[in-house]
C-alpha cells in the first residue's frame, strides 16, 4: 500500500495544486458568465448551481452518496450544513440516494468513513482537513469507492479521490477592501479557529490583502488585529478550535478594546460569538460571516452582518457527485474561484446605503483583475 502524506504535510502541498489549478481548468460545469454577476454582490445570483440535466444513461447510474461531518455538526449555518445541502440538491435533481454521519470527536472520523462503506455507499464524502489522513486511508484501503474531500487535495493524487479546494482569498479580498471602507476607527481584526492552513487562513489572508490594496487605492493607513506574516505560517490568532464560542467571545471582545469595528472570525460557527460579544457590548461595529451568507442562516445577528465571504460547497460537492454519476474521472484537485462562481461575497443588505456606489464599483474592477489574473491576492499579503 503507498504511504499517504499526513495532513499537514500534504496541506503545503495544497498551495501549489491550487495555484497550478487555477492558471487552467477548474471551470466549473455550466458555470455562468462572470461578467453577469449581480451588482450588489460578488457572490452567484442563485444559491443553485446551474447544471445540465443528466442523459438517461446518468439517471439509470444513480449512486448512493454519503456524507461524513466535521465536529461542527450537520446544523453549524456553516460548511458543514452546505455541503449537506450540496448533497440534498443531487438528490433531488440528480436522483443520487444520500445520507450523513456527523462526527462528534476526531474519534469518529474512521469510525464513520467505515460505517459508510459498510452501508455500501458508492461515494463517501468527507468535509473538512482534518478528515484528510482518515479519508486518505480508507481510500487507499478501498479503492473501488469513490471519495472527495471538501478543502483538502493530495499530493501525490489518489486515484479514487477528489480534492475539493477553494481560493477563498479571492473572495476574502473583496471583502477586505469594503470593510476596510467602512471602518470608521481604522482598525479591523480576524482570527481564525485551528490554524489548519489555506481552510481557514486563505479567509485570513485574503481580507488582510483587501485591506492593504484599499490603503494604497485610498492613501489610508487601516490595520489589522490578529494579522497573520505570510513567511510565518504559526503566525495569527487563533481560538485552537471550531466549537467554542466563548473562546471567540473573548478574542473579540479583545479586539474591541482595541479599537476594532469590524471583525472577521473563521471558525464556522464559532464564529457566532463574535457577533454576540459586539452585541453586548452594543459596539458601534460589524462582523462578517464565512462559508456562506450568514445575514440569511443567522438571521438573529443580521443587523450586525456588513457581508459574508461566500465559499461554494454546495456547489462543489453537487459537481463531484454529479461528474460520479456521469462517470467522468474524479478531479484530483478542483478549486472553485471568482471565476467559475465558486467564491464571492454576499450582498451588503443591511449596509447597503454604506457602502459608498464608489466603493462598489471599485469591487466590480477587483473582482475583473482578479479573474483576469491582474490583481494577485498573495501580492498584498504583507503589511
Known amino acids: ?32 458568465d462572470p461578467a453577469s454577476m449581480a451588482p450588489e454582490s460578488m457572490a452567484p445570483e442563485s444559491m443553485a448551481p446551474e447544471s445540465e440535466a443528466p442523459d438517461e444513461s446518468a439517471e439509470a447510474a444513480t449512486i448512493k452518496a454519503c456524507m461524513v461531518s466535521d465536529v ?59 478528515l484528510g489522513d482518515a479519508t486518505a486511508a480508507a481510500a487507499e484501503a478501498n479503492p473501488d469507492t469513490r471519495f472527495a474531500i471538501v478543502d483538502f487535495a493530495y499530493d501525490p493524487a489518489l486515484p479514487n479521490v477528489e480534492g475539493l479546494v477553494y481560493n477563498t482569498a479571492e ?29 481557514v487562513t486563505d479567509f485570513m489572508d485574503g481580507f488582510i490583502a483587501g485591506m492593504n490594496y484599499y490603503n494604497e487605492q485610498n492613501g489610508t493607513e487601516v490595520r489589522m488585529l490578529g494579522g497573520r506574516d505570510p513567511n510565518n505560517p504559526d503566525s495569527g490568532t487563533f481560538t485552537g478550535n471550531f466549537e467554542s464560542t466563548d473562546d471567540a467571545k473573548n478574542v473579540t471582545l479583545g479586539m474591541l478594546q482595541e479599537g476594532a469595528d469590524v471583525i472577521l472570525p473563521v471558525g ?13 457590548q452594543a459596539a458601534d461595529a460589524v462582523g462578517l460571516g464565512v462559508d456562506v451568507d450568514w445575514t440569511l442562516t443567522v438571521p438573529e445577528f443580521s443587523e450586525l452582518m456588513l457581508t459574508s465571504i461566500i465559499k461554494r460547497i454546495d456547489n462543489s460537492v453537487f459537481q463531484a457527485i454529479e461528474r460520479a454519476i456521469n462517470g467522468d474521472a474524479p478531479e484530483p484537485v478542483f478549486v472553485s474561484t471568482l471565476e467559475n462562481e465558486g467564491v464571492g461575497i454576499a450582498p451588503f443588505h443591511d449596509y447597503e446605503g454604506e457602502v459608498s456606489d464608489e466603493v462598489k464599483a471599485a469591487l466590480e474592477e477587483m473582482a475583473d483583475a482578479i479573474i483576469a489574473g491582474e490583481l494577485v491576492p498573495a501580492d498584498h499579503y504583507g503589511e
Not at 503507498?2 to 495532513?7: D, F, G, Q, T
Request: with cysteine; glycine share 16%.
Open 1 to 32: 500500500m503507498r504511504k499517504h502524506p499526513s495532513a499537514m504535510v500534504a496541506m503545503l502541498a495544497i498551495v501549489m495544486l491550487i495555484l497550478a489549478a487555477c492558471t487552467g481548468g477548474g471551470e466549473s460545469p455550466g458555470a455562468s
Open 72 to 130: 461542527g455538526g450537520i446544523d453549524d449555518n456553516s460548511f458543514n450544513e452546505n455541503a449537506w445541502e450540496g448533497m440534498q440538491q443531487a438528490e433531488a435533481e440528480l436522483g443520487a440516494e444520500v445520507s450523513f454521519l456527523e462526527s462528534r470527536s476526531a474519534e469518529d472520523y474512521a469510525r464513520n468513513i467505515d460505517q459508510h462503506i459498510s452501508d455500501g455507499c458508492d461515494m463517501i464524502i468527507t468535509v473538512g482537513f482534518l
Open 171 to 199: 473572495g476574502a479580498m473583496l471583502a477586505g477592501y469594503a470593510a476596510a471602507s467602512w471602518s470608521k476607527t481604522g482598525i479591523m481584526g480576524t482570527f481564525g479557529g485551528i490554524n489548519i492552513g489555506p481552510g
Open 268 to 280: 464556522g460557527p464559532i464564529g457566532q460569538g463574535t457577533f454576540a460579544a459586539i452585541d453586548e
